[in-house]
């Protein structure tokens, strides 16, 4: 069970995320420092290093305790199960769970620097989610490549919700056409993208 202190790290952790997001959006991530998020959150420089190492990983604290939950997710599932179906069910799960944001995926589309560490943070959690389908007896090679397609799966979920989301922006009261007007469903696109990219080596 999850302790106080867990709840209240957690807590301060999502505080710090949600200042930081509007001083990025307002300001520009090169424009706002450390100092900037401490003092919109009512904290000092130091106070903020306790809860993240770098205003890159600010926004990424969902990312990196994603990794370490869906992995415990794979180990839990059936069995039985193979492993597309597995990756499949475990992360449409955090598709309709995450609160996802345009404004975050656009600031890191056009920040170089947040693109490196989403990099860096999807290649831990892609660690992580091999090792467990290695734990569930699937081979090394099937379950490094098996990662990488969820992976590509769920990028390609990403872009499209997001140009959605501009079709809405550019098109609202000009009679936006289906596809756009912001409505994509991203477990639907999940589902889509997942029975698209099946490798076949795992039929």
């Known amino acids: ?39 919109a959150a009512g904290m000092s420089r130091r ?18 305790a994603m990794g370490e939950q869906v992995a415990e997710e ?18 449409r799960g955090w598709e309709a769970r995450i609160n996802t944001q345009a404004e975050v995926m656009r600031l890191v589309e056009r920040t170089p620097a947040l693109r490196a560490r989403l990099l860096q943070k999807r290649d831990e959690a892609r ?14 090679l099937e379950a490094d490549l098996a990662a990488a397609a969820a992976g590509a799966a ?26 756009a007007g912001g409505n994509a469903d991203r477990v639907e696109l999940t589902d889509r993208v997942f029975a698209m990219l099946r490798p076949a080596f795992l039929s």
């Open 1 to 39: 069970m999850e302790g106080l202190r867990d709840r209240t790290r957690r807590a301060v952790r999502a505080e710090l995320a949600g200042r930081a997001l509007e001083l990025f959006t307002t300001h520009g991530f090169d424009e706002t420092t450390v100092d900037d998020i401490a003092r």
């Open 47 to 64: 106070s903020f290093f306790r809860y993240f190492p770098s205003k890159e990983d600010v926004l990424f604290g969902q990312l990196e």
């Open 74 to 91: 794979i180990a839990a599932r059936p069995p039985q199960e193979g492993p597309w179906e597995c990756l499949h069910a475990v992360l």
């Open 127 to 140: 660690v992580r989610i091999v090792e467990a389908l290695i734990g569930r007896g699937v081979g090394a």
């Open 154 to 179: 769920l990028d390609t979920v990403a872009r499209e919700w997001l140009r959605t989301h501009e079709g809405a922006d550019e098109g609202a009261g000009e009679g936006a056409g289906e596809g």
